[in-house]
């Protein structure tokens, strides 16, 4: 399975869905807490192009985006194949 890295922040509903579809799946991830980090958020940004909204998703080295991002591939059927990846 592929590695999946979470960047989340605290109170977070979108941070809460996304984690509780890996969760569904039985996929573990690695989750960063960067809400209160300035430099976790700053490595969020710069691996996300820009990115600074929470959650951004990374499935290996690819950049998925945030939890819209991530349920739009599960309805497509492509978030398992991506999964299973690597």
């Known amino acids: 399975m592929a590695d999946v890295t979470i960047y989340t ?3 977070c509903g979108y941070c809460t869905a996304a984690k509780r579809l890996l ?3 039985g996929v573990a991830f690695t ?3 960067a809400g209160q980090s300035p430099d ?3 490595e ?3 691996k996300a192009n820009g ?3 929470f959650p951004q998703i990374f499935i290996g080295s ?3 985006g945030g939890c819209d991002e991530l349920m739009a591939l599960e309805r497509s059927g492509k978030l398992d194949p991506m999964l299973s990846e690597a």
């Open 23 to 25: 969760s569904e799946k």
């Open 62 to 64: 690819t950049h998925i």
């Open 51 to 53: 990115r600074s909204t």
């Open 9 to 11: 922040r605290q109170f």
């Open 40 to 42: 976790l958020k700053q």
């Open 44 to 46: 969020m940004i710069a």
């Open 31 to 33: 989750e960063h807490d």
